[in-house]
């Protein structure tokens, strides 16, 4: 259950009370008839969220180690398998890196 002060969020409270109210308020997703639940897609409720602020903070160069302690992942082998499509691309990385290390040379010199 989710409460203040406790670390965890239930998330069938979270999505029900909160997020899918949210994305029906915009249009994203249809109001129910009233008496009726929100339709369950795992798209739109609360794995969506996770999986946003996980790739917003690889994005962010956050570590995979990092990233797993945030998610509750008790394998951060596991967080990789999940989420390693959304890592920047290593030649990316690569080029910038050695690109900033011949331009801080150059300014030396």
């Given at each position: 259950?989710?409460?203040?002060?406790?670390?965890?969020?239930?998330?069938?409270?979270f999505?029900?009370?909160?997020?899918?109210?949210?994305?029906?308020?915009?249009?994203?997703?249809?109001?129910p008839?009233?008496?009726?639940?929100?339709?369950?897609?795992?798209?739109?409720?609360?794995?969506?969220?996770?999986?946003?602020y996980?790739?917003?903070?690889?994005?962010?160069?956050?570590s995979i180690?990092?990233?797993?302690?945030?998610?509750?992942?008790?394998?951060?082998?596991f967080?990789?398998?999940?989420?390693?499509h959304?890592?920047?691309?290593?030649?990316?990385?690569?080029?910038?890196?050695?690109?900033?290390?011949?331009r801080?040379?150059?300014s030396?010199s």
């Amino acid at each position: 259950m989710s409460c203040l002060g406790c670390a965890a969020i239930w998330s069938q409270a979270f999505n029900d009370q909160a997020w899918k109210p949210a994305l029906a308020s915009v249009g994203i997703i249809p109001t129910p008839e009233k008496g009726q639940r929100y339709a369950a897609a795992r798209e739109h409720g609360m794995h969506a969220l996770r999986h946003f602020y996980a790739s917003v903070l690889l994005d962010g160069g956050e570590s995979i180690k990092a990233l797993s302690l945030y998610l509750g992942h008790s394998d951060p082998g596991f967080t990789l398998r999940v989420y390693t499509h959304l890592m920047p691309s290593s030649e990316t990385r690569t080029r910038k890196a050695i690109s900033a290390m011949y331009r801080g040379r150059r300014s030396c010199s």
